[in-house]
């Protein structure tokens, strides 16, 4: 079933810009994938066909014109239903919006169009982005591509699907406790969580909180690179996006499309199973070791350790219940039926705070901040599994145990990657083969402070050197089983809240 839609996006931008094959081409492969596959997985949930037959066949032309091309000119993308795109219908997985349609693009939405990239259409995300598990009662459940009757993580679960399934070359993501990297490591592909500030955002509710933030998401460490190439960029509707006097921070696509070469020899190597906290299944912790006995012998050194997260657990469930509360308190005293579970969770969580108990979470955050520093002091990055288990049913709302414990939260199990959150770090999730369950595997890279391109640099090292070892490499769904399955809408219960 491979076809134009298979290929990475940086071999797409190469034969657009040689004349070898034409925007209108790749635009229609991904079209005819959407249709055949997408049934299965429900992983995009509106499609502007004809805006981007329009958008592909001008596309077309400014190559036949020799015009200066952008980077990513004539390369489909898919949006996340958080995100705003103008004149195309946004819902943010909420009844509250179900009809809402906005008159712009997003910030980050609108600096991949200007680069050139062909919107296809918008993919499903759990509602308000609140929750592990792409469900909502606007478009229903996505299915994960290698079993669609388990999670595809999330929030940006329909993103990470409709790339496992060669629907787009790219598409885009958000990320609070792991919403980049966690649908990533479920689906195979790749999630990159950017620094604090690094990708702008007028949107979020709560602009001085660096909890949450845009991203790339690819089939490729390159492809990803070459998004946040775009994506990276001030604004000064972000107080986080700030650029130092005189020195071009952002807006410079070579800092970040051009990945540096690294010598793994000269680097050494930090991993953990479960940063000291995390509620990490047996199952995994299996699979991850196995991981780094692989990998480790190609660091110059290589120990298990972590930072200090102490409070991790407290801090992150403190400072994601502020925002929630900023963003849904009114909604919530005035149509609480209109919210679903796990925002009113958050919302009703934030309500029994006291002052007293931020001012404790932000302080936790600080001291977890400043445990990251030291602990980078010593060593070049860390590695861990990307989530804590493998695939569930999305029938289940979320994981309520993990090896018979009990978890504290709808999402506990996202810690692996809220301790990163918390300290502000870039992460990345990077595809390694299955685990035990025959389902992906996602091997969390963390590098230090600032330390996106080096992140960057690790990624695609070591997708290198996995590339020819089948156990490793970049897992693949079984596309034509997915165009023989029954649509995903005929499952009982697909059709409901998270």
């Known amino acids: 079933m491979s076809a134009l839609c298979d290929l990475t996006a940086t071999d797409l931008r190469r034969q657009i810009a040689a004349r070898t094959v034409s925007p209108v081409e790749v635009l229609e492969a991904c079209l005819d994938r959407i249709g055949a596959v997408n049934p299965a997985v429900n992983a995009v949930v509106v499609l502007d066909a004809d805006g981007a037959r329009a958008a592909a066949r001008a596309a077309e032309a400014a190559v036949m014109r020799s015009e200066p091309l952008g980077p990513l000119h004539g390369l489909p993308l898919l949006v996340k239903d958080t995100q705003d795109v103008g004149g195309l219908r946004t819902t943010y997985g909420s009844p509250i919006s179900a009809r809402h349609v906005p008159a712009a693009d ?245 309500l029994g705070y006291s002052l007293s108990d931020y001012a404790r979470a932000a302080a936790a955050q600080t001291r977890i901040y400043r445990a990251f520093q030291a602990f980078f002091e010593t060593h070049d990055v860390l590695v861990s599994p990307t989530i804590t288990l493998s695939p569930r049913p999305w029938s289940e709302p979320y994981p309520a145990e993990i090896d018979g414990v009990p978890t504290r939260s709808y999402f506990h199990w996202l810690a692996l990657a809220y301790a990163v959150t918390l300290a502000g770090h870039p992460a990345i999730s990077l595809p390694l083969g299955v685990d035990e369950a025959g389902m992906p595997f996602g091997l969390q890279i963390v590098g230090p402070r600032g330390g996106d391109a080096l992140t960057l640099g690790v990624a695609r090292a070591l997708e290198a050197a996995c590339a020819s070892d089948p156990r490793l490499r970049r897992p693949v769904p079984d596309l034509a089983a997915l165009a023989a399955a029954r649509p995903l809408h005929e499952a009982s219960g697909f059709m409901t809240w998270e």
């Open 106 to 350: 997003a910030g980050c939405v609108a600096r991949l169009r200007a680069a050139g990239a062909i919107i296809i259409g918008k993919t499903n995300t759990p509602e308000w982005a609140a929750g592990g598990n792409t469900r909502n009662p606007v478009y229903g459940a996505t299915g994960n591509p290698f079993d669609p009757m388990k999670s595809a993580a999330g929030s940006s679960g329909g993103s990470a699907v409709a790339l496992a399934c060669g629907m787009a070359p790219l598409a885009t993501g958000s990320d609070t406790g792991g919403s980049l990297r966690n649908p990533a490591g479920f689906s195979g592909i790749v999630g990159m969580r950017p620094s604090y500030g690094l990708v702008a955002s007028e949107k979020r509710g709560v602009g001085w909180s660096g909890l949450s933030t845009d991203g790339p998401m690819a089939r490729t460490v390159a492809d990803a690179a070459l998004m946040l190439s775009v994506m990276a960029s001030d604004d000064s509707r972000d107080p986080l996006a700030y650029t130092l006097p005189g020195e071009a921070v952002r807006g410079r696509p070579d800092r970040w499309a051009t990945i540096p070469d690294l010598d793994l020899k000269s680097l050494r190597l930090a991993f953990t199973e479960d940063f000291g906290f995390a509620p990490t299944e047996r199952h995994i912790r299996r699979v991850f070791r196995s991981r780094v006995a692989a990998l480790a012998p190609l660091f110059a050194a290589a120990e298990e350790a972590t930072p200090d997260c102490a409070g991790a657990d407290d801090a992150f469930a403190v400072l994601r219940a502020s925002v929630f509360l900023a963003m849904h308190e009114k909604t919530y005293r005035e149509r609480p039926e209109m919210l679903g579970p796990n925002v009113r969770a958050n919302v009703e969580e934030g």
